[in-house]
């Protein structure tokens, strides 16, 4: 345990600068661009690209040692960050603020590969609960891995948009370096115990088949997965239009106060995990958490209230760690260690390729079709009963449309002989049986 929380602390400060520098990206891109389309194709080439590799980096966790895939991850992430200040210095502000020029994507795009790397880290912290959590704590230890994810957001929230206020971008890059440099010699020394592990002779980087093989072993999983993606790909609208929305309520500086506040959600919702557990039937948990979310998508705003949005954003913030901790126990208990890795990455690839698909469509929609049509005379006449008046009630339309997929979704899974499947095979699976550690 005491491996446990260190690596938990050096991820938390790895995790913070991660979150500080995409969020004050996305910051930056919309008050220079002032284009939802921009930050849609932001936020969901982030979501591509971390699914993408999905299994290739769960492949890595798997064969090798895990504190020697976070260094690497740490290692390649200060490289890309120093990349992108390098270009910030070489082209200079004006320049690379033209979304519609190669420098702004070349720029994006060397700050996505550094936060997509630094995703790695989130995968091996996964098994490293299977390997130094004994079984019956590790739900709980899931909630602490929530509660510091919800620290994480909380602090880079505030900080991201005050940065980009008050300091501007190219000293939110500067800080970001800094923090990932601090992050990498602080995870150094840390010791890991654990085996090397085993060889496997030929293997491909991209083991889909190992993965597959883990998954389909055990009933109901490849359902799970698929409720799991079905519901990112409804989550990408919020990807793509959280902040626009937000930022028409609010000025930068406050709508990252306001991130930062709601941000207490997490560490509320981690904490009770952590506190209390799942319950003895983490699938039943984790749908009805779903249910929850898809309730509040559809109402937090139904009228363009300030404080609704708030409250809103933050019941949500404080259920989603119930929901990530309920499916990395469900996988600690019923995958094999040795494939955990694997089987945690493709579940990344298939659940996250959703989120940039739905994302990637909706911007275009949203800006293009749903909001010029709720801004007509028409669109406000027809759906004002409903949604109210005000600058974004296209936005509000387009939340409450999404929440009402997922709330049908989850009623039919909780119905499904899949979920039956499932809760018995959690029920059933013996203990994971670790082989001895050996010290880093």
Partial sequence: MRAFRQVLGNTLVANVTSSYLWFALTFWAYLETRSVMATAIIGGGYMLFTAVFGTFFGTLVDRHRK??????SSTVTLVAYAGSGGLWLL??????????????????????????????????????VTLLVPEDGRDKANGLVGTVQGISFMI?????????????????????????GVA????????????????????????????????????????????????????????????????????????????????????VGGGLVARFGLGRNPVRTLLLVNLAIALLGMTFT???????????????????????????????????????????GFAQSVELAASPISAFLIGPIAEFALIPYMESEEGRDSWRWLLGDGDARGIALVFMIAGAIMFVTVLVALTSAPYRRLSAAYADAPPQQLEGAASD
């Fill in 302 to 344: 139904v009228r363009e209230w300030a404080w609704l949005y708030v409250l809103g954003i933050f019941l949500f913030m404080a259920v989603i760690p119930a929901a990530e901790a309920a499916e990395q126990t469900i996988m600690q208990r019923v995958v094999p260690f040795r494939t955990q890795g694997r089987v945690f």
């Fill in 184 to 267: 990498l010699l602080h995870l150094l020394p840390i010791t890991v115990p654990e085996l090397d592990p085993e060889p496997e002779e030929g293997g491909p980087h991209f083991d889909f088949r190992g993965a597959i093989t883990a998954i389909t072993a055990v009933p109901g999983l490849v359902a799970l997965i698929l409720f799991t993606t079905f519901n990112n790909l409804v989550s990408g609208v919020y990807i793509a239009l959280m902040d626009p929305y937000g930022l028409e309520l609010f000025s930068v500086e406050a709508w990252g106060i306001v991130l930062g506040v709601t941000g207490l959600g997490f560490v």
């Fill in 156 to 180: 880079t929230s505030v900080f991201s948009g005050l940065s980009v206020g008050l300091l501007g971008m190219g000293w939110t890059l500067a800080i970001a370096m800094a923090l990932t």
């Fill in 91 to 128: 082209l200079g502000e004006d320049r690379l603020a033209d979304w519609g020029s190669a420098w702004f994507w070349l720029f994006t795009g060397v700050i996505l590969v550094g936060g997509v790397v630094e995703s790695l880290r989130n995968i091996a912290l996964s098994t490293t």
């Fill in 67 to 72: 504190k020697q895939v976070m260094v690497m």
